[in-house]
């Protein structure tokens, strides 16, 4: 099982990990008896997910996640570098994996007040695991790598956390403008919000990349309640910004991407005008700059796969466009509140 059939980990190798295996090999704890820790781990971090007062929660299921994949590896390291495998060593590599991935996925729904997401990333969760050892049983290779397997999932979950360094969470009428460099920008900065602001705010996503059906836009229009925006000017009857006036006009927040696309770089590109003419056409709503730090490594353009880093989403103070102040004026401060948050 050293071979394809054992899932690539390179803090394997590292003196550390070698050394808690060997500590462990000379008790009685068995493989299987570390694979039903994990379990634990997985219920307790999600009991703290949906019932701890924020950031404590997420910080004790933050700590679970890890210490789930510590098992994880452990239990793999003392069955085959430790020797201590037994015939059920198997079942007991399966099971709990996937309960501890559907407690998580399953509380991480409910926690994001989109229980049906978490019950699909569950059951999609399984299904692979269940592809994988379908292939195994007919003798062939199976490879743990791939979209999202359980470490990238796993990292994912921790990977995103709110900072409110200039502004405190409100139900106030908000557009929350950001820097732009991934596909994980969006969920990031919705997910950041707290669980009742969620409900009253939409992203605002490119009509030509998420209103096509499928699986994008099934999670744009059921999960997000997105508000499309065509990027394309000639594809555009009216004003383009006209849904996005719309979803003010019933008293709802938004998430904008000011850039208009996505940047390799750490810091935005400059600001379309958009922004300028809804600060002023909505003096009343509330404009929050917000940083999006690490996305633009984690998940950056062209990529398939999330690097397991940690990200984090910093709101600044808000802004209002100010009397008689210009467009570019306005559209330089806002970009440079957004880039002190870096």
């Given at each position: 099982?050293?071979?394809?059939?054992?899932?690539?980990?390179?803090?394997?190798?590292?003196?550390?990990?070698?050394?808690?295996?060997?500590?462990?090999?000379?008790?009685?704890?068995?493989?299987?008896?570390?694979?039903?820790?994990?379990?634990?781990?997985?219920?307790?971090?999600?009991?703290?997910?949906?019932?701890?007062?924020?950031?404590?929660?997420?910080?004790?299921c933050?700590?679970?996640?890890?210490?789930?994949?510590?098992?994880?590896?452990?239990d793999?390291?003392?069955?085959?570098?430790?020797?201590?495998?037994?015939?059920?060593?198997?079942?007991?590599?399966?099971?709990?994996?996937?309960?501890?991935?559907?407690?998580?996925?399953?509380?991480l729904?409910?926690?994001?007040?989109?229980?049906?997401?978490?019950?699909l990333?569950?059951?999609?969760?399984?299904?692979?695991?269940?592809?994988?050892?379908?292939g195994?049983?007919?003798?062939?290779?199976?490879?743990?790598?791939?979209?999202?397997?359980k470490?990238?999932?796993?990292?994912?979950l921790v990977?995103?956390?709110?900072?409110?360094?200039g502004?405190?969470?409100?139900?106030?009428?908000?557009?929350y403008?950001?820097?732009?460099?991934?596909?994980?920008?969006?969920?990031?900065?919705?997910?950041?919000?707290?669980?009742?602001?969620?409900?009253?705010?939409?992203?605002?996503?490119?009509?030509?990349?998420?209103?096509?059906?499928?699986?994008?836009?099934?999670?744009?229009?059921?999960?997000f309640?997105?508000?499309?925006?065509?990027?394309?000017?000639?594809r555009?009857?009216?004003?383009?910004?006209?849904?996005?006036?719309d979803?003010?006009?019933?008293?709802?927040?938004?998430?904008?991407?000011?850039?208009?696309?996505?940047?390799?770089?750490?810091?935005?590109?400059?600001?379309?005008?958009?922004?300028?003419?809804?600060?002023?056409?909505?003096?009343?709503?509330?404009?929050?700059?917000?940083?999006?730090?690490t996305?633009?490594?984690?998940?950056?353009?062209?990529s398939?796969?999330?690097v397991?880093?940690?990200?984090?989403?910093r709101?600044?103070?808000?802004?209002?466009?100010?009397?008689?102040?210009?467009?570019?004026?306005?559209?330089?401060?806002?970009?440079?509140?957004?880039?002190?948050?870096?």
């Amino acid at each position: 099982m050293i071979g394809t059939d054992r899932r690539p980990i390179a803090a394997r190798d590292s003196a550390w990990a070698k050394s808690v295996t060997g500590a462990l090999v000379r008790t009685s704890i068995t493989p299987n008896q570390i694979s039903c820790v994990s379990v634990l781990f997985a219920v307790l971090g999600a009991a703290a997910l949906l019932t701890m007062a924020d950031p404590f929660g997420k910080l004790v299921c933050a700590a679970c996640i890890v210490l789930r994949l510590l098992c994880n590896m452990f239990d793999g390291m003392v069955a085959v570098e430790g020797g201590k495998g037994t015939p059920a060593g198997a079942l007991f590599n399966e099971i709990p994996d996937r309960l501890a991935d559907s407690l998580f996925l399953v509380a991480l729904g409910y926690a994001a007040v989109l229980p049906w997401l978490g019950w699909l990333c569950a059951l999609l969760a399984a299904l692979t695991a269940y592809v994988r050892v379908l292939g195994g049983s007919l003798g062939l290779a199976q490879d743990f790598r791939g979209p999202m397997a359980k470490p990238h999932r796993m990292w994912l979950l921790v990977g995103a956390h709110a900072r409110w360094v200039g502004c405190a969470p409100s139900p106030a009428q908000r557009i929350y403008f950001a820097n732009h460099s991934s596909h994980l920008d969006t969920l990031a900065l919705w997910s950041a919000l707290p669980p009742n602001l969620r409900a009253t705010t939409r992203p605002v996503a490119a009509r030509d990349y998420w209103g096509h059906g499928g699986a994008r836009g099934f999670i744009a229009d059921h999960g997000f309640r997105a508000v499309y925006i065509e990027r394309d000017r000639s594809r555009c009857e009216g004003d383009p910004l006209q849904p996005l006036r719309d979803a003010l006009d019933t008293g709802e927040s938004l998430i904008i991407f000011p850039e208009g696309t996505r940047s390799q770089q750490p810091l935005p590109l400059p600001f379309k005008a958009g922004l300028f003419h809804l600060a002023r056409d909505y003096p009343q709503a509330e404009l929050v700059p917000v940083y999006l730090d690490t996305l633009h490594r984690s998940m950056p353009k062209g990529s398939l796969l999330p690097v397991p880093l940690t990200c984090v989403v910093r709101f600044g103070a808000a802004l209002r466009l100010q009397a008689n102040e210009d467009k570019d004026d306005f559209l330089q401060r806002a970009h440079a509140a957004v880039v002190a948050l870096a």
